[in-house]
């Protein structure tokens, strides 16, 4: 409460240079809300494709935002995408683009040996101050960190798709995270508008923790052949407010990254019952059909 009223500038005294690792759909939002925040950002990915999409999807969120905020005033409008569009930088090469960051949000592909030989490389080229972070969804922070020279300064700092919509910001620390760091996270993330809540290391921190089994509970429902798929998600869209039904969201999320959280959690636990794989899920990742991006999941998109 203490840094409310303050400007963003102010808040984040230290932090002034973000460097986000991976364009996708996470990394181009935390990027967007970053830049919005009138912090300098430097998105990276080892594709120049995702930063090209990266850049268009930036933009177009952007319009969407400015449009609301700005309805009758195009020449607003124009003024708000190119600002925030001009704070960000985009690169191919790791090293260089981590050299002045005072914060590194890594969004890259969900997996354990990636990640790893990221944060070394990151380590490696950064100032001895910079704070090093994760957008993971699934993994355990101790295992993305085990190689970390300083340990003190890597959290976790976990976002909701689509970033520019969701207002939360999970701050997850782990056994070696010094309060110092946590301290900045949870500035950084008000400074970008986004409610902070505190975690510790454990599998799926809060929202994923009840969520994704609650997604998965509701594939088991429709399996035992006890409802449909649409009854499904209008049940829990009018009777309990979701925005959206569990299927639905599934195929927003991802029906492979679903998978991928699962399978995860399901071989470090495998007497969890609430982390039971499904059979439908997999045979659907296995055909190719991940949800919406992919144009077809439980439901068809096309
Ligand atoms: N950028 C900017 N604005 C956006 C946007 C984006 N990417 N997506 C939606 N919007 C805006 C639209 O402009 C629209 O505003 P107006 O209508 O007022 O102009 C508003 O949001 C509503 O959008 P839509 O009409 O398209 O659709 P909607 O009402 O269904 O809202 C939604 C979309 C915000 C995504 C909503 O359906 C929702 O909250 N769904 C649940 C999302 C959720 O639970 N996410 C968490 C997933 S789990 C996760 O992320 C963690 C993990 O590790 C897997
Ligand atoms: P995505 O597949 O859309 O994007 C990942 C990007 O990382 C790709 O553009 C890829 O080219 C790039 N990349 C892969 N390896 C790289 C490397 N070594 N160096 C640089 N770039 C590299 O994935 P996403 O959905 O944005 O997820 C990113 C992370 O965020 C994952 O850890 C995921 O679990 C987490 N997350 C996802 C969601 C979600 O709803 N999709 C929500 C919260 C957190």
Same mark, same amino acid.
């Given at each position: ?139 355990? +922070?101790? &295992? ?6 300083? !340990?003190?300064?890597?959290? =976790?700092? @976990?976002?909701?798709? /689509? ?85 639905? +969201?599934? &195929? ?6 679903? !998978?991928?959280?699962?399978? =995860?959690? @399901?071989?470090?636990? /495998? ?32």
């Amino acid at each position: 409460a203490a840094v409310r009223g303050l400007s963003t500038t102010a808040q984040l005294s230290k932090i002034n240079n973000v460097t986000v690792i991976g364009a996708g759909l996470m990394g181009s939002g935390i990027a967007q809300v970053s830049a919005n925040a009138k912090l300098n950002v430097v998105v990276v990915d080892s594709n120049q494709s995702a930063l090209d999409k990266a850049q268009k999807g930036i933009e177009s969120s952007l319009q969407r935002v400015a449009k609301k905020k700005h309805a009758d005033d195009a020449k607003a409008q124009t003024a708000l995408v190119s600002s925030v569009l001009d704070r960000i930088k985009m690169s191919t090469n790791v090293s260089d683009s981590v050299k002045d960051a005072d914060l590194v949000i890594e969004a890259i592909v969900e997996n354990i040996d990636i990640k790893r030989k990221l944060f070394a490389e990151v380590e490696a080229a950064a100032k001895p101050t910079t704070l090093i972070t994760t957008n993971t969804s699934s993994l355990r +922070l101790a &295992d993305i960190g085990l190689n970390l020279k300083d !340990k003190t300064r890597f959290g =976790g700092l @976990h976002f909701f798709n /689509p970033v520019p919509m969701m207002k939360l910001l999970e701050v997850v620390r782990h056994n070696d995270t010094s309060d110092d760091t946590f301290q900045k996270l949870m500035e950084y993330g008000k400074a970008v508008g986004k409610t902070t809540v505190a975690c510790k290391d454990t599998p799926g921190f809060i929202v994923n923790r009840l969520l994704v089994p609650y997604m998965f509970e509701a594939l088991r429902l429709y399996e035992r052949g006890d409802a449909s798929m649409p009854d499904i998600d209008v049940a829990m869209k009018l009777g309990a407010g979701y925005p959206m039904g569990p299927f639905e +969201l599934s &195929d927003y999320v991802g029906l492979d990254t679903c !998978k991928f959280i699962m399978d =995860g959690w @399901h071989k470090q636990y /495998p007497d969890e019952v609430a982390f039971k794989p499904s059979p439908l899920l997999d045979s659907l990742v296995d055909a190719g059909k991940t949800g919406r991006k992919s144009g077809e999941g439980f439901y068809k998109y096309k």
